[in-house]
Every structure is written in structure tokens, then in C-alpha cells.
């Protein structure tokens, strides 16, 4: 088995069993690897018996990922470098995929996103309160009149 091959049979396990960026990451971490043993002088048949199956490698990073299995595709913008072992050659969700979007709040674009988001619920509220308050007032100045008038 040859550096492609390796590469190759790792993609193809991984790819559609985790997001697409994490399995190019560890794809690439691994064609990463490789080349720099082969830099530093070691055999890539050498490097390549010491890294095992690349099969058990996909099954061991499967079992490690608390999201792999569930099928959901996203685009990882830190990913887009490798396009080499993507699922269809792009870094877009094939035929019966899906693309989805997950908001990340231990980021603080995810932080500052949330706070956007309840300023605009709050200015809201406060809008249709101030837009109903006036109309509650004005009844229950009549409503008090009107049961003046009954008491009389």
C-alpha cells in the first residue's frame, strides 16, 4: 500500500460518518504526517507499517468523535484548503445530504450573535408594549368612568 492508497481508504471511511472538515483534518494531519517522516529521511513503506490500517485509524477516530454518525454536513471554513478527499470532490453536500448550520457559543462571534439577537427581542417587546399600553390606559379610564356613573 502506497501513501494514495492510505490516504484514499481513510477518506473513504470516514467521509459521510463525520463532518466533512473534521475527516478532511484528520486526512490531511495524516498526509502531513507522512510527508514529513519521508523528509526526515524515513522510508514510506516504513512510515506507513508503523501508522497500522488505515481502516482501524478511521474506526479508532469514529469512536473518539462524540458527533460522528449523525449525518450532518457542514461547510468548515478552516477546512477549505483540502479538497482532495472530499465525499464528492467539493466541499459541498452531495445528492440526499443535507447542510446544516450550528451556532457555536464558545466563540464570541457566537456570544455576540445571542446578545444581537435578545437586544432585537427586547426592542421588540418594548415596541409592542409601548404601541398596546396607551390603549389599555385609555380603557381603563372609561371602564373606571363608566362604573362611577353606575354607582351613582
Aim: charge should be negative; glycine fraction near 10%.
Amino acid at each position: 500500500m502506497d501513501r494514495r492508497e492510505f490516504l484514499d481508504t481513510l477518506a473513504s471511511q470516514l467521509t459521510g460518518q463525520m463532518h466533512e472538515g473534521k475527516a478532511a483534518a484528520h486526512v490531511r494531519y495524516y498526509e502531513d504526517y507522512i510527508q514529513s517522516q519521508v523528509r526526515g529521511g524515513r522510508a514510506e513503506s516504513e512510515v506507513l507499517a508503523e501508522l497500522g490500517d488505515p481502516r482501524l485509524i478511521a474506526k479508532t477516530l469514529l469512536d473518539t468523535d462524540p458527533e460522528a454518525g449523525q449525518e450532518v454536513y457542514e461547510e468548515a471554513q478552516s477546512y477549505q484548503g483540502y479538497q482532495g478527499y472530499s465525499s464528492e470532490g467539493s466541499g459541498q453536500p452531495g445528492p440526499g445530504r443535507t447542510s446544516s448550520f450550528k451556532l457555536d457559543l464558545t466563540t464570541w462571534y457566537g456570544k455576540a450573535i445571542v446578545l444581537v439577537i435578545a437586544g432585537f427581542l427586547i426592542v421588540a417587546l418594548l415596541a409592542v408594549i409601548g404601541a398596546v399600553l396607551p390603549f389599555f390606559i385609555i380603557l381603563g379610564i372609561i371602564l373606571f368612568v363608566i362604573s362611577r356613573f353606575r354607582r351613582r
